[in-house]
Structure formats: structure tokens, C-alpha cells
């Protein structure tokens, strides 16, 4: 008769030297238990937290997008930006006060309203970037001067529509508005490049996307 000793559903055997086997088949650790251990393979759950990790990082890269774009170019709102054509000359001379400026002219368009301008410059030798804001204005001081303090901080800082003490407020077809670097914090060299990028702050939109080269 089966053994009292011998698992249910399994028979136990006995051999010649007097010892208990468990039945043909039945190895140890083996059977069904064995198989829903540890070792069993992930089921679809297991990748859930995977999946949400990668999620959360992609929304926290979208929101410090966001968060950088308000921070260079301030927060901006829908609505019809002004059309407008500027060039620009940028002078490698060191004479003051017309030494080392960087000139912009309003070539036609939309009249510029200058209290909602920013500009965003970018010199490639030195890697100095700034942005200006805070138009019109009487000095360079730090409230209009976000990142590089390169720029003359006196009253030949500014000049033209972008100086408080000569402009109406308003930047119009032949008018000229210009910067001036300040010699020592910055001194340009015939042939340096300068970005210049002109945002309109209400929209958000870029105005004008300009490269100018240095002349002595």
C-alpha cells in the first residue's frame, strides 16, 4: 500500500537498499511550485515602470524647453507680429564714441513700437552671448544687460532709436539704433562676427535673424 510519508498525487517507490524515490518523472524541485519560483520569466506588469520613467523624462524635456524659451525671450503672447526689413554694420575701430558699435537700420515695414524689442547677441571669437532689453533707455546698466556685460555702460552705450533721450518710441523706415561694446570688456578685431537677433517681446516672434562681420 502507498506510504503515509509519500506527497499526495505521488507515489513513492522503494529500491533495493531500502530508501524512498520519489515516482519516474518527478525530479526534485521540479513540478509545478518549481516552475512559478523567482526564476519565472516577467510577465507584461514587469515593463510598466520602465515605460513610466521614460514618460516622465519626456515631459520634464518639454517642460524645461518652455522654461528656457520664457527665460531668453520673455512670455509671450498670440497675436500679429510687425513685418520689418534692418541691416546691420558692426565697426572693429577703436575710436570713441563711435568705436566698436554695433548699427542697425530699419530698412522698411512696420513701424517698431522700441519699448517692445529685445535683442539677442551672440559674438563667435570671445563665445559672449547677451541679451538687451528694457528699450529705451539712457545706459546699458544691469537691468537691460542679461548674460555678457560687454557693452559700454555710459551714455555712448545706446544710441539713436534705442536711446531714451532721442527717440519718440517709435523705430521707422531709415532710422537707426545702435549698441557700443566696451573696449577692454570686449575689444572686436577686424573680421569677428557678431549675431544679432531682433525679438518682438509681445509675440515672441524673431523680426530679423542677422550675421555681420567686423570692419576696421
Partial sequence: MPDSRAPVGVTAR??????????????????????AG?????????TSPVVGVVVLVGVTLVLAGVAGAVLAFGEATAGPAPQVRLTATLSATDGWPDGQRLRLVHGGGDALAVADLALVVDVARTDDHARLSGFPTRRLGDDEVRGADVFDSGYAGVDGELDAAHTDGEWTGGEAASVRFAQ?????RAG????VRVVHRPTGALLARLRVRARA
Fill in 192 to 195: 569677428d562676427r557678431v549675431g
Fill in 14 to 35: 522503494s529500491s533495493p537498499d531500502g530508501h524512498e524515490h520519489p515516482a519516474a518523472g518527478q525530479e526534485a524541485g521540479t513540478g509545478p511550485r518549481a516552475a
Fill in 38 to 46: 523567482p526564476e519565472a520569466g516577467p510577465g507584461p506588469r514587469a
Fill in 184 to 188: 577692454g570688456d570686449l575689444d572686436l
